[in-house]
């Protein structure tokens, strides 16, 4: 049959260039292979360009099919899955990068550009590393594009196809005719959840990071292979250097993401899709700390091969935890299972790498030279070692928990996890931070080889008294207060404060007294610093997050003090709180009141107005006053999502989000009419719950709600309402004569549904009051807030953190100074304005 | 190595090997609903999925902080589930909840709910056909 409307060329250009690539990565692969093994310099030199050309036609090839997939999705071509998936016409054009590493096939594309790129600095500054490396990248790009390779061999599929047409995938019978594109009105689009602008720029630099952990592998592989088994290091430092700051900073958007726009209600969960790429990161900075080692003393050679072929393994084996949907009942956010053929070629990628770099290893253990000479603990090495096995055995146990999947899919067996999963990890973890903040505050003070103790405590003394004090004033004047779990981890979280704090300022300190302010040799330092103010915060932060919204904290729900008689348990979370409009409820330090909703930009997005106003607790006088808007955003096929809203202060955050709102838009009509009461002040009228007081007629009132002069002519009556309940209600219905007429101002109590209407004046000093009850539902909404203190410091910290490890590589890579230093304040202001302003 | 290395190594190993030991005892598991009411007050995960056939009782108005409704699994078991906290939007269009609480007597107390909802399933093509056929049916009205 012949299909109408279908663009079918940029397709088959499109899949051209994808087995072109494929190819040429297998050929560059080969050609870079043979030249790391000839010897003879002019045989080696024409395998080089060979590979070089390959290497050129596969990056030119990668880039062309990353433009095909924009022009069809920007396009709306249906005809392609792709497109009709990712892709909707009413998708804001900002998000369009976005959709396409909505996908599988999609991010796999993005990994092979980050490669590409990398490969061509390789290629041009890595001189005689040239061809062992670019072996290892070529044959990771190998496997990449086997992903995406999406060929037919009997009833296997070899990798999804970018450009696979919508026919094809799907069954329907709409297919059977000709004309099926113009019932296709418009394609899924990106996920509702997805559409924010970290979507934008948090996955790129996630997998730049992912894809820039393969260097240090590839200069580990390299150092073996041409059996120069030390000097690999020198290159491949500054690489894990940048590798360090940009997946640092990639799995930290992610947290901000979280915290800012997802409704998880924090920044980190261990969610196993967030554990899989931060155990990488923790074997990366254990790996870039045994490779300083390496180059000042000589020491800690075997481990720094381990830790830069693990990086990378990890990664892949992250991979394979977040791709093949085995994390499905663990995980909010792992891809789904993208078949059978994808999931063994996944395991592939990551056998491939696993097996030849650990049996190389293993193999050539004894040839790797060792010092002879052991560090003595008086020595910086000794202590810089013993901190990297400390992340290094952290993220051992970190994947340990997060890969049970994995176990009961191997072994049948049906473990999950704990009842609560974050303590599970925290209570290891607090331990990890102790002796982390410790050691990297002390460490620097230790000379290599070896240092005299004398000399070590005279230079830490004053640091170290600082730190204790003013933990101490912390704990008087801020104190802790998480009590959940017990004084025990009470303690351990003062202790972990107390080294987080030591090591900001024994780094601080060091960089004058140590390095007498030479800002350039001070990366290290500045990296501490800020790792160390970033546990600072974090500690602050899930230490005193403060639930506001909760049953305790106002007077509206039913209270459960002690035991819940249902559950016979202490610990039961309320955290929900139903706001009805227009009735303020007292919430933390804060009354607050939900004003109205109003519709958003995007179709489908409901913005709810919240005020906040703190009051004097004497004088009742507002001291401070704020709007939240957080939203709700319904799609066309119902997918909700909740986005919070926040108020930024200095030291803390007030966060807030809906946790559930019902649908106002199908209310139905209001038919119930006004009821005139003719009442003199002090009258009483009755409503259906309660009673109606009118208390006085006040003429120009000049209020909190209304402010008229001694010249204009309005009246307005002063009502309290009492429910049955006896809850009391204030309402101010106004009547108001101007040059344009009469001007009737209706006051509305919602937690009645009450309308009353300021109708008129009678004979002997009476007014009119008019009072509607409606049979409209009431409107309401629940929703969650938290208080997050010292949020502020964990963004603050992780900048500085990246800049210092920018500092580092900068140094260490001998780059240009000026240019260098250009380049970080860029990226320094990019990353404050990302982090802290703009939202 | 010197003594004080083996020392130090061995002490860290051993606190880790320690902490594993620890926290092997912190592990949950997947149950079914009959094999969950053996186990009164245990912490477990139960895959099931809602009974349209029984009502679900939210109201935020009273208490935002209560919802109810019934569980079926593959194996025929059901039970009633409470909830303290709010009502997942997606409920009612869930293929599957994974809970984790305890059972109660008559009930199962839910701390955590995951849904899995056919719409955030692009990669499905079951629900990929049905999308599609909507459309066009929707086009012909």
Known sequence: MEFEGEHLLPGQIGHFFVLLAFVASILSTIAYFTASRKTDLAEKKSWINFARLSFAVQLISAAIIFAIVFFICSNHYFEYMYAYKHASKE?????????????????????????????????????????????????????????????????????????????????????????????????????????????????????????????????????IQTKR?????????????????????????????????????????????????????????????????????????????????????????????????????????????AGKAVNIMILLFVAAFTLPSIILLIINLKKIPTEKQEESTNSREFWMFIGSLVFFLSALFIIAKTSVPVYNKVFGTSFAQPENVEFSYNKVIILVAIIIGLLS????????????????????????????????????FYPLTYYKMGAGFLGAAYIALFAAIYSVIANGAYIWSGLNGKLKA???????????????????????????????????????????????????????????????????????TYLKDSLGHEKGRRFYELLFQRKDAVTKKVTEQFTLWPDVYIMKDNNMSS??????????????????????????????????????????AFYSNGIIILNRVVKNPDNEKYHFKSTDAALMADITLISKDSMHFGAMPLVQVDEFGVNQVDDTVYAQNLYLKFAGVTEGRKIKLGVKESDKLIEYITLKAYIFPGINLVWLGLIIMALGLMMSAVKRAKLSTFYAALALIFAGVGLFYMFLLAN | ?????????????????????????????????????????????????????????????????????????????????????????????????????????????????????PSKYKDDKKQLEKTITNQQDSTYK
């Open chain 1, 91 to 223: 998708l804001e054009s900002k998000y369009l990068l976005a959709c396409i590493w909505e996908g599988q096939e999609g991010s796999f594309l993005l990994w092979v550009i980050w490669h590409s790129i990398l490969g061509i600095f390789i290629m041009f500054k890595s001189k005689e590393w040239e061809s062992p490396v670019m072996t290892v990248i070529s044959f990771a790009q190998f496997f990449l594009l086997l992903m995406l390779l999406g060929l037919h061999i009997s009833d296997v599929r070899l990798g999804s196809n970018l450009f696979t047409l919508t026919r094809n995938e799907i069954a329907g019978p709409i297919f059977s005719q000709p004309d099926y594109l113009n019932y296709i009105k418009d394609g899924i689009g990106l996920n509702v959840l997805l559409r924010n602008y970290w979507m934008v720029i948090h996955p790129p630099i996630l997998f730049l990071g992912f894809a820039s952990t393969i260097i240090p592998f590839a200069y580990a592989y390299a150092g």
């Open chain 1, 229 to 337: 088994f030390g000097d690999w290091v020198t290159p491949a430092l500054p690489w894990a250097l940048f590798s360090a700051c940009v997946l640092g900073v990639g799995i930290m958007m992610g947290g901000k993401w979280a915290y800012e726009s997802l409704s998880f209600g924090g920044y980190w969960a261990w969610d196993p899709v967030e554990n899989a790429s931060l155990v990488p990161w923790l074997i990366l900075i254990a790996g870039m700390h045994t490779m300083v080692i390496y180059k000042a003393t000589g020491h800690s050679l075997k481990a720094s091969y381990l830790f830069a072929f693990l990086t990378f393994i990890f990664i892949l084996y992250s991979t394979f935890l977040t791709r093949t949907g085995i994390l499905g009942d663990t995980s909010v956010h792992a891809f789904t299972d």
């Open chain 1, 441 to 476: 505050a002390v460490t620097q003070y230790f000379k290599y080889k070896k240092t005299a103790p004398a000399y070590i405590l005279k230079k830490i003394a004053i640091p170290t008294l600082l730190a204790a004090v003013m933990t101490a004033a912390l704990a008087i």
């Open chain 1, 522 to 592: 001070a990366g290290g330092s500045i990296a501490h610093f800020g790792f160390a103010l970033m546990l600072v915060g974090i500690l602050i932060s899930s230490s005193n997050k403060e639930v506001i919204s909760n049953s305790g904290a106002n007077g509206i729900n039913i209270q459960i003090k002690g035991k819940d008689p249902m559950t016979k348990e202490v610990d039961n979370p309320q955290e929900n709180l139903t706001l009805i409009r227009q009735v303020p409820v007292a919430m933390g330090p804060y009354e607050v």
């Open chain 1, 643 to 684: 986005n919070p809203d926040t108020k930024t202060y200095l030291g803390k955050d007030v966060f807030t989000y809906l946790s559930y709102a019902i649908n106002n838009d199908n209310k139905p009509e209001d038919t119930a009419q006004f009821t005139i009461h003719e009442m003199a002040e002090g009258d009483t």
């Open chain 2, 1 to 117: 190595m010197k003594k004080t290395h083996i020392v130090i190594l061995v002490s860290i190993a051993a606190l880790i090997v320690a902490l594993i030991v620890f926290s092997a005892g912190d592990f949950s598991t997947y149950e079914t609903i009959s094999s969950a009411k053996n186990k009164q007050g245990k912490f477990v995960h139960l895959i099931a999925k809602l009974d349209k056939s029984e009502p679900i009782e939210y109201d935020a108005v009273n208490n935002p902080n209560y919802l109810s409704f019934y569980a079926i699994d593959s194996l025929g078991g059901k039970t009633k589930v409470v909830f303290h906290n709010s009502k997942p939007t997606d409920l009612e269009k869930s293929e599957r909840i994974v809970m984790k609480g305890k059972m109660q007597a008559d009930h199962f107390e839910c701390k955590d709910i995951l849904l899995k909802c």
